[in-house]
């Protein structure tokens, strides 16, 4: 399974390889040696096109498919899947807003989401709510006008710098689900304060963090998912997460398994070269089997996503097998270099910290399985009738 492009799409996938290469690559280990988020990079990767792939030309963006969004997430995290993770959240938002937000917010909003002057974010996740994202807290209370909001948001992609958030927020505690609502929040704005971005073993280009929200007023306008409607528009938009994110940990273990054999191959030992041992040669075999196959999981996963096809199953096994295997393999790459794989000059420390996070965005990789094993017993459960 491949997943084609179109002439315009493979012009855009080849700026993106360029601006890895030439803006991501070299830069991304000193990001976290100063354990900062790369507000200076995000903005260029906007200004190259990359914050409008999905936003329709006539507003000022590329028009471009899910697919191509998901190509690109893979290349970026070939060299930092943290920075990759940050610029397709804030992809993300401009996408939303392009698809569901009233004519007079594009306008207002886009063009500085489009030039990378305002970094946009998905806050879903609290101190006290993650996986089971129901139990959100944050509350949304409607008053003339519009809505207040109070509550605090945590471990947020881009809360270093993000100024706008689509905030999910529960309107009605006892509705449960069907009370949660989506806003599009501008955190310039007053009652909305930013916590310091959380230190983290790593991965900093993502700019993790939080917000508070003290009686922030959001207008009517900005409501962009209906109490009713917000659970199931969050469920759709994780679904595409994971998609991307199975591509992401494909391009980070693929490139991992490059480095290694390039390095087995170069490194003397015994009489010979670490890369004539079979043992070892055939570690990195499987690993790239298993590349293989995540990636046809993903991919598939894209497709689903892109055509409104069901995504919840597909998404849910590529994201934990893709998940899984960078965990796996990434440590076996640093392995098979010996020590020098620990060096800072090469990706592998700090990418096996991303293969953690990738275990965690969007659903853990124990959500994935819970996804998985609810649909096989509600099938069993049918054939028995
Ligand atoms: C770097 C980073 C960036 C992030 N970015 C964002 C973002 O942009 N927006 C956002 O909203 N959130 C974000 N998150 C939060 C992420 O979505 C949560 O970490 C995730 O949903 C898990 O929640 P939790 O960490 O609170 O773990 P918990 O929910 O506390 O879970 C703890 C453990 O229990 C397991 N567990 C929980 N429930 C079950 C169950 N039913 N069955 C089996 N096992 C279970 C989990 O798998 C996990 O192993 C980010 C997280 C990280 C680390």
Same mark, same amino acid.
């Given at each position: 399974m491949d997943? &084609?492009? @179109? +002439?315009?799409?493979?012009?855009?996938?080849?700026?993106?390889v360029h601006f890895a290469e030439t803006h991501v690559a070299p830069n991304a280990q000193d990001w976290e040696d100063e354990r900062r988020q790369p507000i200076e990079t995000l903005k260029a990767g906007s200004l190259a096109g990359f914050a409008g792939l999905e936003v329709p030309e006539n507003l000022g963006g590329a028009g471009m498919r899910f697919r191509l969004k998901a190509r690109v997430a893979e290349e970026l995290a070939r060299h930092c899947f943290a920075f990759s993770f940050s610029m397709i959240n804030h992809m993300g938002l401009a996408g939303k807003i392009a698809r569901d937000a009233p004519e007079e917010i594009q306008k207002r909003y886009l063009p500085e989401i489009l030039a990378g002057e305002a970094i946009g974010c998905a806050a879903l996740s609290e101190p006290n709510a993650g996986s089971d994202f129901a139990a959100i807290t944050t509350s949304a209370k409607k008053v003339d006008g519009?809505?207040?909001?109070?509550?605090?948001?945590?471990?947020i992609t881009n809360a270093a710098h993000a100024d706008l958030m689509f905030l999910y927020a529960q309107t009605d505690p006892a509705a449960g689900w069907r009370g949660v609502a989506g806003f599009l929040i501008d955190a310039r704005e007053d009652g909305v304060s930013r916590v310091p971005p959380f230190q983290i073993m790593g991965g900093h280009a993502i700019g993790v963090g939080g917000f508070i929200l003290k009686d922030h007023f959001v207008p009517d306008i900005r409501l962009m998912?209906? &109490?009713?409607?917000?659970?199931k528009a969050a469920m759709a938009s994780v679904n595409a997460a994971r998609s991307y994110v199975a591509t992401m940990c494909c391009g980070m273990t693929e490139a991992a398994i490059e480095l290694a054999a390039r390095h087995a191959s170069n490194r003397a030992a015994f009489g010979g070269h670490i890369a004539d041992f079979q043992g070892l040669r055939w570690q990195l075999a499987d690993a790239q089997t298993d590349v293989e196959a995540a990636r046809l999981l993903a991919y598939r996963a894209v497709l689903a996503v892109e055509t409104g096809a069901e995504a919840e199953l597909p998404a849910a096994h590529a994201k934990?097998?893709?998940?899984? $295997?960078? +965990?796996?393999?990434?440590?076996?790459?640093?392995?098979? $270099?010996?020590?020098?794989? $620990? *060096?800072?000059?090469? &990706?592998?420390?700090?990418?096996?910290?991303?293969?953690?996070?990738?275990?965690?965005? +969007?659903? @853990? @990789?124990?959500?994935?399985?819970? *996804?998985?094993?609810?649909?096989?017993?509600?099938?069993?459960?049918?054939?028995?009738?």
């Open positions: 997943l &084609p492009l @179109t +002439d315009a799409e493979e012009d855009m996938l080849a700026r993106a519009g809505w207040v909001i109070n509550g605090e948001k945590a471990w998912s209906v &109490p009713g409607s917000g659970f934990k097998f893709a998940g899984k $295997m960078a +965990d796996q393999h990434l440590a076996r790459c640093m392995q098979i $270099m010996g020590a020098a794989g $620990m *060096r800072r000059e090469y &990706p592998l420390g700090r990418q096996i910290a991303c293969a953690r996070i990738a275990n965690y965005v +969007d659903g @853990t @990789t124990e959500i994935q399985n819970e *996804r998985i094993a609810r649909a096989l017993f509600n099938r069993k459960k049918g054939q028995e009738k």
